[in-house]
C-alpha cells in the first residue's frame, strides 16, 4: 500500500531532551516536506526537501533540523524541544521532481502529536 | 504574511445541500492549487486540484472553481452528505526563485453537514 509513515503517533518529552521524528515513503517521491498544525494557523510548512541531500527552509525552520540521506526517508530532528514546539507535525511527500507536474499532490502522514513540558 | 486565506472558520450545511467552501490567495505566482480533506486523528487527505490554466475541476460530488483576477478559488460540494464532515484544506504551490517548490497552505474551514 502506498502510504507515508511516521513514528511515533505520541511523544511526550522534557525541554531540551533531543528527539528525532521518522518520516518514510514507498511511492519513490523526490519532494518530501515537514508541516505542523496549530489551532487557528493551520498547516505551516518547516522543511522541504526536492530530492536526495537537498533540503530548504520553509516558513517556520527555527529549533528544527532535516536530513534527506536516502529518497525514503526524511527524519525530523529536535535538538533541544521547548514547549512551543508543542504541536501536531505532519509529514508529506510527492512526486514533484525537478519537472513542474499537475499532478503532484502531497501525500500525508498520519500525523505525530507532540508535547514539550 | 498569510499568503492564503480561508475566512471562515466553520460552516454548517443540510444533508442533500450544496456546501461551498472559500479560498482567497495573494500571491499571483501560485500556479497548482488543491483542496484537503482531514478527519481527526489522521492526516490531510488530497481530494482535488486545479492547475491555473483551467477555471474549473470536476470531480464527482467536487467541483473546483479558480478565479485568477479575484484570487479566489472555491470548493463545491454537491450533494453534501454527513460523511462530508471534517476539516477542509485549502492549498496553492509555486516556484521558488531558487528553483524549489513550495506548497502554502490556508487555516481551514470545519465544515458540518447536518443529518
Known amino acids: 500500500e502506498a502510504q507515508v509513515t511516521q513514528n511515533p503517533r505520541y511523544l511526550i518529552t522534557v525541554t531540551g531532551k533531543?528527539?528525532?521524528?521518522?518520516?518514510?515513503?514507498?511511492?519513490?517521491?523526490?519532494?518530501?516536506?515537514?508541516?505542523?498544525?496549530?489551532?487557528?494557523?493551520?498547516?505551516?510548512?518547516?522543511?522541504?526537501?526536492?530530492?536526495?541531500?537537498?533540503?530548504?527552509?520553509?516558513?517556520?525552520p527555527e529549533g528544527y533540523k532535516v536530513s534527506r540521506k536516502e529518497k525514503r526517508n526524511f527524519p525530523l530532528i529536535l535538538e533541544s524541544p521547548s514547549p512551543n514546539q508543542t504541536s501536531l507535525y505532519f509529514c508529506a511527500s510527492s512526486l514533484l521532481g525537478d519537472w513542474r507536474g499537475w499532478d503532484s499532490p502531497l501525500h500525508f502522514g498520519n500525523g505525530t502529536r507532540l508535547t514539550v513540558t | 504574511d498569510q499568503q492564503v486565506k480561508q475566512n471562515s472558520p466553520s460552516l454548517s450545511v443540510q444533508e442533500g445541500r450544496i456546501s461551498i467552501l472559500n479560498c482567497d490567495y495573494t500571491n499571483s505566482m501560485f500556479d497548482y492549487f488543491l483542496w484537503y480533506k482531514k478527519y481527526p486523528a489522521e492526516g490531510p487527505t488530497f481530494l482535488i486540484s486545479i492547475s491555473s490554466i483551467k477555471d474549473k475541476n470536476e470531480d464527482g460530488r467536487f467541483t473546483v472553481f479558480l478565479n485568477k483576477s479575484a484570487k479566489h478559488l472555491s470548493l463545491h460540494i454537491v450533494p453534501s452528505q454527513p460523511g462530508d464532515s471534517a476539516v477542509y484544506?485549502?492549498?496553492?504551490?509555486?516556484?521558488?526563485?531558487?528553483?524549489?517548490?513550495?506548497y502554502i497552505f490556508g487555516t481551514g474551514t470545519r465544515l458540518k453537514v447536518l443529518a
Not at chain 1, 25 to 50: A, K, V
Request: proline share 2%; glycine share 8%.
Open chain 1, 18 to 60: 533531543k528527539l528525532t521524528v521518522t518520516c518514510s515513503q514507498n511511492m519513490n517521491h523526490e519532494y518530501m516536506s515537514w508541516y505542523r498544525q496549530d489551532p487557528g494557523l493551520g498547516l505551516r510548512q518547516i522543511y522541504y526537501s526536492m530530492n536526495v541531500e537537498v533540503t530548504d527552509k520553509g516558513d517556520v
Open chain 2, 89 to 102: 484544506f485549502c492549498a496553492a504551490s509555486r516556484s521558488t526563485t531558487s528553483g524549489t517548490y513550495k
